[in-house]
């Protein structure tokens, strides 16, 4: 088998970058000692990046006889053996410790978990969030007779959907949009204000370069604010926004799962795979909770793997 080699995504790479540079102009901008400015970025700003690139898998290495991740850095993190392995789960949350009575759960959750079963009944799991290419992966350990664990196919019912919009109340709807909007007017009106005066210079200068950090996080809010429309033959995922809808048939869905990125029912998305082994992942903060034992009921019934990690 050829080696094939996985690279992170590149825009995860240019918000690192941003993150940076917009920490740089904070920085010059309001603190006016240099030495405050060193011991900022020695004691808090490199650690914190060095941790977060440190953990991270930035690149995946698939070779004949093992898998081997490695951190953004380039370090080695692992080397999955082939002959180790029992077999692989996929799209479900990962803990290893659970206190009883403590309400404490350690492990990995969100999008893109990958949990590898070996034959001496050890477990380890990672998360490949931010690679484009995790069909390669997976079809790779499919293709070296690596059992699927967690996939348990089911014959579709012959039953009818009728058409249902799963999505939060208006006023949640509203709020949703409006408050963001309402917190960035009042945020450019007082930098304005501040930047006009003549005694509050420093001040405008940090109201300035906290508004570039404010229109990514409202980007990222809006970007999530997906929903469901199920009908009988497919289901369709739309943005609250009307930036984008994806339709997706029931008959070409192999494997579904809701999770949450932050504990029970915190961050909602949808985690899918097609028939093809193709994956796909959608943010779902307008889809109201208590619905989704329903919606993966339907799933179910539609001859899709479904399941609930979240609720």
């Not at 889809?287 to 329903?294: A, F, G, Y």
């Amino acid at each position: 088998m050829k080696t094939i080699t996985l690279y992170l995504g590149k825009k995860y790479w240019i918000f690192w970058l941003a993150v940076v540079l917009l920490s740089c102009i904070l920085l010059f901008a309001v603190i006016e000692e240099f030495l405050v400015m060193i011991y900022l970025y020695l004691f808090f700003l490199f650690p914190l990046l060095f941790y977060a690139f440190s953990k991270g898998i930035g690149k995946i290495t698939l070779k004949e006889d093992a898998i081997l991740l490695h951190t953004l850095f380039g370090f080695r993190r692992a080397r999955i053996a082939l002959k180790e392995l029992k077999g692989f789960e996929f799209m479900r949350d990962y803990y290893f410790s659970v206190p009883k009575g403590k309400g404490r759960y350690l492990g990995i959750s969100g999008p893109t978990v990958i949990i590898f079963h070996y034959n001496s009944g050890r477990r380890r799991a990672y998360s490949l969030f931010g690679f484009r290419q995790i069909m390669v992966v997976l079809t790779y350990l499919l293709s070296n007779h690596i059992p699927f664990l967690n996939h348990k196919p089911t014959d579709p019912l012959d039953k009818r959907v009728e058409g249902a919009i799963y999505q939060k109340s208006g006023l949640r709807v509203f709020m949703t949009v409006i408050f963001p909007i309402f917190l960035l007017l009042v945020v450019t009106a007082v930098s304005a204000c501040l930047l006009m005066s003549e005694y509050n210079q420093k001040f405008s200068h940090l109201f300035l370069c906290i508004l570039p950090f404010l229109l990514y996080l409202f980007y990222s809010y809006w970007e999530r604010m997906y929903y469901l429309v199920l009908n009988d033959q497919s289901f369709i995922i739309k943005n609250l926004m009307g930036r984008r809808s994806r339709e997706f048939k029931y008959s070409d869905m192999m494997k579904t799962s809701f999770g949450s990125s932050l504990g029970k029912g915190t961050f909602l998305y949808l985690e899918m795979l097609d028939k093809n082994y193709k994956y796909y992942q959608f943010p779902l903060d307008m889809l109201p909770r208590k619905q989704v034992k329903e919606i993966v009921k339907i799933f179910r019934e539609k001859g899709i793997d479904a399941t609930n990690e979240c609720c």
